[in-house]
């Protein structure tokens, strides 16, 4: 069983920044592909980013050129930067871990974008 814990959600006004991480327990980090999704309410959860264990990362349409993934396998850590926010953004965060047979799930973060 793999735990996941985000952090670094909160309120940001649009245009500003904030950066999320997601600590993994387990030895082997290094294998996972792991990434981040977000639910906005009434609306499907929906892909984020993706980093592979070889450091390879694939983006959502709507957040090329604003967020960045990023892990630090060292930590058994995930980050998420994200900048230019938008209140479209507002949703709830979720860092994912996958191995070909399993997926493991964190609790969730809140976004909230808004003036």
């Known amino acids: 069983q793999v735990q996941l814990v985000e952090s670094g959600g909160g309120l940001v006004q649009p245009g500003g920044s904030l950066r999320l991480s997601c600590a993994a327990s387990?030895?082997?980090?290094?294998?996972?592909?792991m990434g981040w999704y977000r639910q906005a309410p009434g609306k499907q959860r929906e892909l984020v980013a993706v980093i592979t264990s070889t450091g390879m990362t694939n983006y959502a349409d709507s957040v090329k050129g604003r967020f960045t993934i990023s892990r630090d396998n060292a930590k058994n850590t995930v980050y998420l930067q994200m900048n230019s926010l938008k209140p479209e953004d507002t949703a709830v965060y979720y860092c994912n871990a996958k191995l070909p047979a399993a997926t493991w799930w964190g609790q969730g973060t809140q976004v909230t974008v808004s003036s």
């Open positions: 387990g030895s082997i980090f290094r294998l996972y592909t």
